[in-house]
C-alpha cells in the first residue's frame, strides 16, 4: 500500500501516520522527522533547513525532494509507505509523480485529515514530543502514561521550537498558501478522500482503517 497523508500542521498526520504504519508494516516517511533528525545531527542540510524551519516556513522544495527520493528507494518503502508530511508544494507533488513513475510505484490513496483551525492551535500548542524516537503526545489530548516521559522509550519529551503560538499561527498562514491547493490537484486524480480528523485518536484511527478497507 502506497499512501500519502495530506492536512494542516495539528491534524493528526504524523500521529495517525505512527499508528498505520505499526498495523499495517509500512514504511513511516515524515519529512518534517527527517529534517528534524538533520538538524540534530548538525550536518549542512540539518544548517539550511533549520533557518526555515524555525520561522514556521517551508524547507525549499529541491532539499525536501532530494531526502524523499532517496528514502523512498529503501527496500522498506517498497513493501508499503504512509508519506507523512510530503508533498506540501505543487512543485513537490509533481516531483513525486516523476519518482514514483521512475520506481514503478502507484499511489493508491491521498487521505486528507480535516480539522478546524481553532483546534490545530490547541493542538499544537500543547503538543509534546519525544527527541528520540519522535512519538507525539499532548498534554490534554493524548498524554504519555507518565508525566514528561516517553511511553515507548522512557526519553523525556519537549516541545517542539516551531510549536510555540507565533510560529503556529505563520505554518498554518503557510500550509493555506502552498499547500491547501493540493486538495485541488489530487481530488482531479481521483484518488482523493478526506476524512473528520475531530474525535479521539482512537475514532480517526478507525475512520481511516475503514476507508483503507
Ligand atoms: P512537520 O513536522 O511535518 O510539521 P507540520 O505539518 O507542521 O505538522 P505537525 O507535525 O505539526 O502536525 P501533525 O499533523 O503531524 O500532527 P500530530 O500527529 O503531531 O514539519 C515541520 C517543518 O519542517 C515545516 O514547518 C517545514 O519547515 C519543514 N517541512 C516538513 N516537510 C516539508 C516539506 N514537504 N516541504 C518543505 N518543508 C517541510 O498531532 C498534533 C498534536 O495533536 C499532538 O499533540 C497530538 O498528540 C495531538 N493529536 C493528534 N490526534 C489527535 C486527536 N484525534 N485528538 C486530539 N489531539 C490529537
Ligand atoms: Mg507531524
Ligand atoms: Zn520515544
Do not use: W
Amino acid at each position: 500500500m502506497y499512501l500519502v497523508l495530506l492536512g494542516p500542521p495539528g491534524a493528526g498526520k504524523g500521529t495517525q501516520a505512527a499508528i498505520l504504519a505499526r498495523k499495517q508494516k509500512l514504511a513511516h516517511i515524515s519529512t518534517g522527522d527527517m529534517l528534524r533528525d538533520a538538524v540534530k545531527d548538525g550536518s549542512d542540510l540539518g544548517l539550511k533547513a533549520r533557518q526555515y524551519m524555525d520561522r514556521g516556513e517551508l524547507v525549499p522544495d529541491d532539499v525536501v525532494v532530494g531526502i524523499t527520493r532517496e528514502r523512498l528507494q529503501a527496500p522498506d518503502a517498497r513493501r508499503g509507505f504512509v508519506l507523512d508530511g510530503f508533498p506540501r508544494t505543487a512543485a513537490q507533488a509533481e516531483k513525486l509523480d516523476e519518482i514514483l513513475v521512475d520506481l514503478d510505484m502507484q499511489l493508491q490513496m491521498i487521505v486528507n485529515l480535516e480539522v478546524p483551525e481553532r483546534e490545530l492551535i490547541r493542538r499544537l500548542t500543547g503538543r509534546r514530543v519525544c527527541p528520540k524516537c519522535a512519538k507525539s503526545y499532548h498534554l490534554v489530548f493524548n498524554p504519555p502514561r507518565s508525566l514528561g516521559i516517553c511511553d515507548e522509550c522512557g526519553n523525556d519529551l519537549v516541545q517542539r521550537d516551531d510549536d510555540k503560538e507565533s510560529t503556529v499561527r505563520q505554518r498554518l498562514e503557510v500550509y493555506h498558501k502552498q499547500t491547501e491547493p493540493l486538495v485541488q490537484y489530487y481530488s482531479e486524480s481521483g484518488l482523493l478522500f478526506t476524512i473528520d480528523g475531530i474525535g479521539s485518536v482512537q475514532q480517526v484511527n478507525e475512520r481511516l482503517e475503514d476507508l483503507l478497507e
